[in-house]
């Protein structure tokens, strides 16, 4: 079972992006599905959340309004919408699942870089 992250890139200021996050070998309805992202020389910061089949979601205060999570449970994927990037969004952005019950199981993909630079 893994997850794979997509979607990076080099954006301008301002800029929009979506990252893709696909998941083999177990179902993401059954899982929590969460962004995460580390810039250089800080700390891995979480980002948003989606909850299992009713899609709940919460996001971090930092991009409140401007990133957006959702999912496509028949697609196996998880999207994170970011709009209005700023030169601080500037990281690798990983996709975490963990399991809602059962076994504690819990994947973390190899992230994708997302450069915003003028």
């Known amino acids: 079972a893994q997850v794979v992250e997509s979607g990076g890139g080099l954006v301008q200021p301002g800029g929009t992006l979506r990252l893709s996050c696909a998941a083999s070998?177990?179902?993401?309805?059954?899982?929590?599905m969460s962004w995460y992202r580390q810039a250089p020389g800080k700390e891995r910061e979480f980002l948003a959340e989606?909850?299992?089949?009713?899609?709940?979601?919460r996001y971090a205060d930092s991009i409140q309004g401007r990133f957006s999570i959702s999912r496509e449970n028949a697609l196996n994927t998880v999207y994170l919408q970011m709009n209005s990037l700023e030169l601080e969004d500037t990281a690798v952005y990983y996709c975490?699942?963990?399991?809602?019950?059962?076994?504690?199981?819990?994947?973390w993909g190899q992230g994708t870089q997302v450069t915003v630079s003028s």
């Open positions: 989606s909850a299992g089949l009713g899609g709940r979601t």
């Open positions: 975490k699942a963990v399991a809602m019950r059962g076994r504690a199981l819990i994947y």
């Open positions: 070998g177990f179902p993401v309805s059954s899982y929590f």
